[in-house]
């Protein structure tokens, strides 16, 4: 076989990752051609937002779709990854703003077109750079279909639910409360609002009674300059403290105009004073109130952050210096009662940093009403699955009590609103084109709404608009509904609700029937990565040190769907570790196979009691990894696998197989070398989707005449190899070599020096068992002879004693070590067996343990301490008899 002796030396993978992902784009494994003969499985990559590169968060969930996509791929699924970008629009914005204010360049002096062309110079570059990361990180994507959210295909697709909606009667323009970022000067989806923790004050202020100015209410307040624009002092209904107030008016401070005292049940009677002021135009909560009693709606603040308020002092200044200057007027005026000092959250941009400012503003909004109902249905139903199933609670919660959707935003860059207005006759038309006249008056005065989309509006069609919808294409009519949604629990709302909802209304179909959710990627302190903790990791630096697969591997062992996962430095070494373990065994395996012993014995199955254990191993763990990965507990299967490669094939079956190896029978070995090559091969082919590098190369080493791994076929489960036995005597076996070259380290006997060993079996089962063992503890337990005793009063004074599952082992003291070594062992082994029955006895002897415990649980403890009893009588008796 000397092809596959050309495998490097040392584990690199700088050595053949970017070699290896070229080939697979080059072969076009990741570009599926459309065939309706296999069952379709389509993932589409949520679109990382082009301001930057990407972070653990994207390996973990790249990591996830891909482990889904190669195996899919591999079970022989007609399979489509299709990756893309989103534009994000504010986010976009700020970033290229601040780049151009470096070069002494302003976005409103440049124009619209100029700063346009700046942004889209900005986005080739980003998603040049997102490109290069996906690959770098092994994700097997169709980079032929990739897409972004301001392709001219998807602007169409935008312009076209757009314009269904508004025909419907679900999209309409209004004055509502909105978010607002009076830095950037737009509107803000929820999403976009970040809450941190400030130090503030609580002002207490005096609200006069208009019919006695000895009389007034207290109210509470964090923003004192929106006193500017109060309409009402509000009061539970059921508080008896203000019934005889209700109906009247109070003077509003600093104003002095009149206000009604109401009664809402949106006041707290337990909260601060029980009364609170009404603002509709600056507070959510407050606009609820004042469409109920319609109030008049006071705006009192710029959309630049400044105070609006004609004919007064405060009008033109800074929200921040206006509240200064308010809170001073306030005290002098003696309508101040006291402050308090405190810490609460405030909303702010996520982007820029800014406060966000609650406001009323003219707005575009999508009704939700009636497309929330069908999008709650077909979760209730289990059309689509949350994984976990507790998610689905957070979903529910949110599309119950959805608002209808502010879509508009006051920027350049994203998909621009299409609405056109006449300018001679007021005319407003929505059209998917742009219409050369106004269909009113025949004028072609025309001109576009200024604002665009919001960003979720674009992604929220990504499932079915990147497969070419409005128009028919043949991907759409294959590659849809998707099949998973992989994603992290922060966009549940955001992303994943409007998919569903707007998958449903465009589709007539779910676009999708899993949703896998998963946590975040934490530092190791457990805290949230940020730029501001300065504990955030790039990914590309950590597979530049230890190469992609172990970044991989490490993101995905210990991992359980929706649970955070913490990052350590030293468990990325551990994964690396074992991708080397994996290289060394797989490097010792392609030297010594022998490709004509193995042709000439391949239908040979003489196999011995070490080739039938490990075949039925491999065959379970294929079931196991398989079982796992359709229920998404890739976690699970990752160890699962990995215990497997390391603990059973390179620990056990190759030290097993070793001397067969190098011994003359060609028989013998002709089995051994076909045993191996089918169990390393069925091992890199488990892995595979979550090492796929280091798999790759390797098995194109041992498989020269397959192609790629990528393409093989996944190991299915085969009840002809399934053999309970063989894997119960086995692990009589493997537990007894065990014991034994752990005595033999603790009295530091070397491999080289041979002592014969004596077996007094205990389990009948297992008498068979070691009779066919006698060959392994001949090799690799450094056994000069095996022997099996009838009865213990064959056994002389002076030997070591090893208790084991199923028997009893003895070997000569002498042949090992001194006697005196031998006696410190065994008194640690008694203290260490008394200090477990201790702890048997202390567990049992508590009632409430014995009375709650499951009877198994409990039962499992008795027979604990009756085992290590039986084991500390055994050493006792020996340290007995080497004391004589």
Same mark, same amino acid.
């Given at each position: 076989?000397?092809?596959?002796?050309?495998?490097?030396?040392?584990?690199?993978?700088?050595?053949?990752?970017?070699?290896?992902?070229?080939?697979?784009?080059?072969?076009?494994?990741?570009?599926?051609?459309?065939?309706?003969?296999?069952?379709?499985?389509?993932?589409?990559?949520?679109?990382?937002?082009?301001?930057?590169?990407?972070?653990?968060?994207?390996?973990?969930?790249?990591?996830?779709?891909?482990?889904?996509?190669?195996?899919?791929?591999?079970?022989?699924?007609?399979?489509?990854?299709?990756?893309?970008?989103?534009?994000?629009?504010?986010?976009?914005?700020?970033?290229?703003?601040?780049?151009?204010?470096?070069?002494?360049?302003?976005?409103?002096? /440049?124009?619209?077109?100029?700063?346009?062309?700046?942004?889209?110079?900005?986005?080739?570059?980003?998603?040049?750079?997102?490109?290069?990361?996906?690959?770098?990180?092994?994700?097997?994507?169709?980079?032929?279909?990739?897409?972004?959210?301001?392709?001219?295909?998807?602007?169409?697709?935008?312009?076209?639910?757009?314009?269904?909606?508004?025909?419907?009667?679900?999209?309409?323009?209004?004055?509502?409360?909105?978010?607002?970022?009076?830095?950037?000067?737009?509107?803000?989806?929820?999403?976009?609002?970040?809450?941190?923790?400030?130090?503030? %004050?609580?002002?207490?202020?005096?609200?006069?009674?208009?019919?006695?100015?000895?009389?007034?209410?207290?109210?509470?307040?964090?923003?004192?300059?929106?006193?500017?624009?109060?309409?009402?002092?509000?009061?539970?209904?059921?508080?008896?403290?203000?019934?005889?107030?209700?109906?009247?008016?109070?003077?509003?401070?600093?104003?002095?105009?009149?206000?009604?005292?109401?009664?809402?049940?949106?006041?707290?009677?337990?909260?601060?004073?029980?009364?609170?002021?009404?603002?509709?135009?600056?507070?959510?909560?407050?606009?609820?109130?004042?469409?109920?009693?319609?109030?008049?709606?006071?705006?009192? /603040?710029?959309?630049?952050?400044?105070?609006?308020?004609?004919?007064?002092?405060?009008?033109?200044?800074?929200?921040?210096?206006?509240?200064?200057?308010?809170?001073?007027?306030?005290?002098?005026?003696?309508?101040?009662?006291?402050?308090?000092?405190? !810490?609460?959250?405030?909303?702010? %941009?996520?982007?820029?940093?800014?406060?966000?400012?609650?406001?009323?503003?003219?707005?575009?909004?999508?009704?939700?009403?009636?497309?929330?109902?069908?999008?709650?249905?077909?979760?209730? !139903?289990?059309?689509?699955?949350?994984?976990?199933?507790?998610?689905?609670?957070?979903?529910?919660?949110?599309?119950?009590?959805?608002?209808?959707?502010?879509?508009?935003?006051?920027?350049?860059?994203?998909?621009?609103?299409?609405?056109?207005?006449?300018?001679?006759?007021?005319?407003?038309?929505?059209?998917?084109?742009?219409?050369?006249?106004?269909?009113?008056?025949?004028?072609? !005065?025309?001109?576009?709404?200024?604002?665009?989309?919001?960003?979720?509006?674009?992604?929220?069609?990504?499932?079915?608009?990147?497969?070419?919808?409005?128009?028919?294409?043949?991907?759409?009519?294959?590659?849809?509904?998707?099949?998973?949604?992989?994603?992290?629990?922060?966009?549940?709302?955001?992303?994943?609700?409007? /998919?569903?909802?707007?998958?449903?209304?465009?589709?007539?179909?779910?676009?999708?029937?899993?949703?896998?959710?998963?946590?975040?990627?934490?530092?190791?302190?457990?805290?949230?990565?940020?730029?501001?903790?300065?504990?955030?990791?790039?990914?590309?630096?950590?597979?530049?040190?230890?190469?992609?697969?172990?970044?991989?591997?490490?993101?995905?062992?210990? !991992?359980?769907?929706?649970?955070?996962?913490?990052?350590?430095?030293?468990?990325?070494?551990?994964?690396?570790?074992?991708?080397?373990?994996?290289?060394?065994?797989?490097?010792?395996?392609?030297?010594?196979?022998?490709?004509?012993?193995?042709?000439?014995?391949?239908?040979?199955?003489?196999?011995?009691?070490?080739?039938?254990?490990?075949?039925?191993?491999?065959?379970?763990?294929?079931?196991?990894?398989?079982?796992?990965?359709?229920?998404?507990?890739?976690?699970?299967?990752?160890?699962?696998?990995?215990?497997?490669?390391?603990?059973?094939?390179?620990?056990?079956?190759?030290?097993?197989?070793?001397?067969?190896?190098?011994?003359?029978?060609?028989?013998?070995?002709?089995?051994?070398?076909?045993?191996?090559?089918?169990?390393?091969?069925?091992?890199?082919?488990?892995?595979?989707?979550?090492?796929?590098?280091?798999?790759?190369?390797?098995?194109?080493?041992?498989?020269?005449?397959?192609?790629?791994?990528?393409?093989?076929?996944?190991?299915?489960?085969?009840?002809?190899?399934?053999?309970?036995?063989?894997?119960?005597?086995?692990?009589?076996?493997?537990?007894?070599?065990?014991?034994?070259?752990?005595?033999?380290?603790?009295?530091?006997?070397?491999?080289?020096?041979?002592?014969?060993?004596?077996?007094?079996?205990?389990?009948?089962?297992?008498?068979?068992?070691?009779?066919?063992?006698?060959?392994?503890?001949?090799?690799?337990?450094?056994?000069?002879?095996?022997?099996?005793?009838?009865?213990?009063?064959?056994?002389?004074?002076?030997?070591?004693?090893?208790?084991?599952?199923?028997?009893?082992?003895?070997?000569?003291?002498?042949?090992?070590?001194?006697?005196?070594?031998?006696?410190?062992?065994?008194?640690?082994?008694?203290?260490?067996?008394?200090?477990?029955?201790?702890?048997?006895?202390?567990?049992?002897?508590?009632?409430?343990?014995?009375?709650?415990?499951?009877?198994?649980?409990?039962?499992?403890?008795?027979?604990?301490?009756?085992?290590?009893?039986?084991?500390?009588?055994?050493?006792?008796?020996?340290?007995?008899?080497?004391?004589?």
């Amino acid at each position: 076989m000397e092809e596959s002796k050309n495998i490097a030396k040392t584990y690199d993978p700088q050595e053949f990752e970017d070699r290896i992902y070229k080939n697979w784009e080059e072969k076009g494994y990741f570009t599926p051609e459309i065939d309706k003969s296999k069952k379709s499985y389509t993932i589409v990559l949520p679109p990382p937002n082009i301001t930057g590169k990407l972070h653990l968060g994207h390996a973990l969930d790249d990591t996830i779709q891909d482990i889904l996509i190669r195996t899919k791929r591999m079970q022989g699924y007609n399979v489509l990854w299709l990756p893309g970008e989103d534009h994000a629009s504010i986010a976009t914005e700020v970033k290229v703003e601040k780049e151009l204010l470096k070069k002494g360049l302003k976005k409103k002096e /440049m124009g619209r077109e100029a700063f346009l062309k700046e942004v889209w110079k900005w986005s080739d570059e980003y998603r040049e750079r997102i490109r290069q990361q996906v690959k770098k990180l092994g994700a097997s994507v169709d980079f032929t279909r990739e897409r972004f959210t301001m392709d001219e295909k998807l602007n169409k697709a935008v312009k076209t639910v757009f314009v269904k909606l508004y025909d419907d009667g679900l999209i309409y323009q209004g004055n509502r409360i909105i978010n607002w970022c009076p830095k950037c000067q737009t509107a803000l989806s929820d999403a976009e609002i970040e809450y941190k923790e400030e130090k503030g %004050h609580l002002w207490h202020i005096k609200y006069p009674l208009a019919q006695s100015k000895n009389e007034y209410i207290e109210i509470a307040t964090t923003r004192p300059e929106t006193i500017l624009g109060d309409t009402a002092v509000a009061v539970n209904p059921k508080d008896e403290r203000y019934k005889h107030l209700v109906g009247k008016t109070l003077i509003l401070p600093l104003v002095n105009r009149e206000i009604p005292v109401i009664e809402d049940d949106y006041v707290d009677l337990e909260f601060g004073t029980g009364a609170v002021k009404i603002t509709p135009a600056h507070d959510p909560n407050d606009y609820g109130v004042g469409k109920r009693h319609d109030l008049e709606e006071i705006i009192i /603040m710029n959309p630049n952050g400044t105070i609006k308020f004609p004919g007064t002092k405060y009008d033109g200044l800074d929200r921040y210096e206006a509240r200064k200057v308010i809170v001073k007027d306030l005290e002098e005026q003696g309508f101040m009662v006291s402050v308090e000092e405190l !810490n609460h959250n405030v909303g702010c %941009h996520d982007r820029c940093g800014s406060v966000v400012e609650p406001m009323i503003s003219k707005q575009w909004f999508v009704k939700m009403e009636s497309l929330a109902k069908p999008a709650v249905d077909v979760v209730k !139903n289990k059309r689509v699955k949350f994984v976990p199933e507790r998610f689905d609670k957070t979903y529910f919660n949110w599309m119950e009590n959805i608002k209808d959707w502010c879509i508009s935003r006051q920027l350049w860059w994203g998909h621009r609103i299409p609405v056109w207005y006449c300018k001679d006759c007021g005319e407003t038309i929505v059209s998917v084109d742009t219409p050369h006249e106004c269909t009113k008056c025949k004028s072609t !005065n025309l001109e576009q709404d200024k604002d665009v989309l919001d960003t979720w509006f674009s992604s929220a069609l990504w499932p079915f608009s990147t497969l070419g919808w409005p128009d028919k294409t043949p991907d759409l009519e294959h590659f849809y509904p998707n099949s998973t949604l992989v994603t992290g629990y922060d966009i549940i709302f955001f992303w994943v609700a409007r /998919m569903i909802f707007s998958g449903l209304y465009c589709m007539d179909d779910i676009p999708f029937d899993h949703v896998l959710v998963h946590g975040i990627v934490r530092d190791s302190q457990g805290r949230k990565m940020s730029k501001s903790l300065g504990n955030g990791v790039d990914p590309i630096d950590v597979i530049k040190e230890y190469g992609a697969d172990a970044l991989r591997f490490t993101l995905i062992s210990g !991992n359980a769907p929706g649970n955070d996962i913490r990052y350590y430095p030293e468990r990325v070494e551990a994964s690396r570790n074992f991708a080397n373990k994996i290289w060394n065994a797989s490097r010792f395996v392609l030297m010594n196979l022998d490709q004509n012993i193995m042709n000439k014995y391949k239908d040979c199955k003489n196999y011995t009691e070490a080739d039938r254990w490990i075949l039925s191993r491999m065959n379970k763990v294929v079931k196991e990894v398989t079982d796992n990965i359709e229920k998404f507990e890739l976690g699970i299967a990752a160890q699962k696998i990995y215990d497997f490669i390391w603990g059973e094939l390179c620990d056990w079956y190759i030290e097993l197989v070793k001397p067969v190896m190098y011994g003359d029978n060609e028989e013998v070995k002709g089995v051994a070398f076909n045993i191996l090559n089918e169990v390393l091969t069925t091992s890199l082919q488990l892995l595979h989707p979550i090492m796929p590098f280091i798999t790759e190369e390797i098995y194109t080493h041992l498989n020269t005449n397959c192609e790629s791994i990528t393409i093989s076929k996944w190991p299915e489960f085969k009840k002809e190899l399934d053999d309970p036995k063989a894997e119960s005597d086995m692990e009589y076996i493997v537990e007894a070599i065990k014991s034994v070259r752990n005595v033999r380290t603790e009295m530091n006997v070397p491999p080289s020096r041979k002592a014969k060993i004596m077996i007094y079996v205990t389990e009948e089962n297992a008498k068979q068992a070691f009779k066919n063992g006698i060959p392994y503890f001949e090799k690799i337990a450094s056994a000069s002879k095996v022997e099996f005793l009838e009865s213990k009063k064959d056994i002389s004074k002076n030997v070591v004693s090893v208790v084991t599952r199923g028997a009893e082992i003895f070997m000569p003291l002498f042949e090992l070590i001194d006697l005196e070594k031998e006696l410190e062992r065994l008194n640690k082994e008694k203290e260490r067996l008394q200090k477990e029955i201790e702890r048997v006895e202390k567990k049992l002897s508590n009632e409430k343990f014995v009375s709650k415990a499951p009877q198994k649980v409990v039962d499992e403890e008795r027979n604990k301490g009756k085992k290590y009893g039986e084991m500390l009588d055994e050493v006792i008796e020996r340290l007995n008899s080497l004391n004589k």
